[in-house]
């Protein structure tokens, strides 16, 4: 199996991803190889700086980047050679069983939809976040900011493919979907979840819960919570700052540094022809190495 990363993608790459790679590349099996995508002579040197002979990482040479304040459909159209479309052709033709990169969330989107297309029958494919449970377990939340405006179809895949996920790669039998709502009554909420509750309710492929409130994001009322883009992405990035007040305060617990974004890694696009994973812009080598992990699990289940 091979993973393909870009190695070009996020704030601090190429130095953050080579370090990233290495650390994963410790942690899997020797069957499991790395390709760092991205321009062959920086990467190279950057592994040589780092100290990096390791038979589990290979380069593959992309002549371009796409800049993180670049449009991504004009990026896209004008860089073909770059690491994020180069990283994509080999995830099209099968070279590599899935893709990740902390670059250009837009141009990642964009170039999933343009190249290996969303499964038949998506209407919209949709980023999935990772909430921590009290249990120990994490939750899947979705969508977390690719799709600011849904309808109510669109939600109802969004609980379809959350439970798919839920169940083939954190291995939740029969997982609870539950759709995110100002109140637990089914007459509750805006226009759009009035109707997407319709859609759930008449059902039977998923378990759905009914609606959930704020209040139960953390708790193991729903394994899969359903929601718009603009609500998922405000709910993660909430979630995810009560990790930094902590830290700020210097308050040390092992269920809020699971809300720290490097322990999960990305975020993967669900509802396309292939295992995608978008890693934060910011990411250090953990959460490289950690995005990477995150990829492994996919393509293996």
Known sequence: MKIALDAMGGDFAPDCTVKGAELASQEI?????????????????????????????????ADDVIEMGEHPTKALSQKPKASIPVGYGLLKSGAVKAFCSAGNTGAMHVGAMFTIKAIEGIIRPG?????????????????????????PDVLYQFGEMG???????????????????????????????????????????????GNIEGRDLFNDKAD?????????????????SFFDLLQKRNIKDDYFDRFNYEAIGGSPIL??????VIG?????PEAIKNMILLSVKMAES
């Open 29 to 61: 099996p020797d069957d499991i190889k790395i390709v760092l995508v991205g321009k062959e002579d920086i990467i190279q040197s950057k592994l040589r700086e780092y100290n990096v002979d390791n038979p589990s990482i290979e380069v593959f040479h």
């Open 163 to 209: 439970s798919l996920y839920a169940k083939h790669v954190f291995n939740i039998t029969n997982p609870k979907v539950g759709l995110m709502n100002l109140g637990e009554e089914e007459q509750k909420g805006t226009l759009l979840t009035q109707a997407a509750y319709q859609l759930f309710k008449i059902n039977s492929k998923i378990n759905f819960i």
């Open 127 to 151: 980023i999935a976040g990772f909430i921590p449970k009290e249990s120990g377990d994490f939750g899947v939340i979705m969508d977390v900011g690719a799709n600011a405006d849904c309808k």
């Open 224 to 240: 899969v919570i359903v929601c718009d883009g603009f609500t998922g992405n405000v709910i993660l990035k909430m979630a995810e």
């Open 271 to 276: 509802g396309i022809n292939g295992n995608v």
């Open 280 to 284: 934060h812009g910011v990411s250090s």
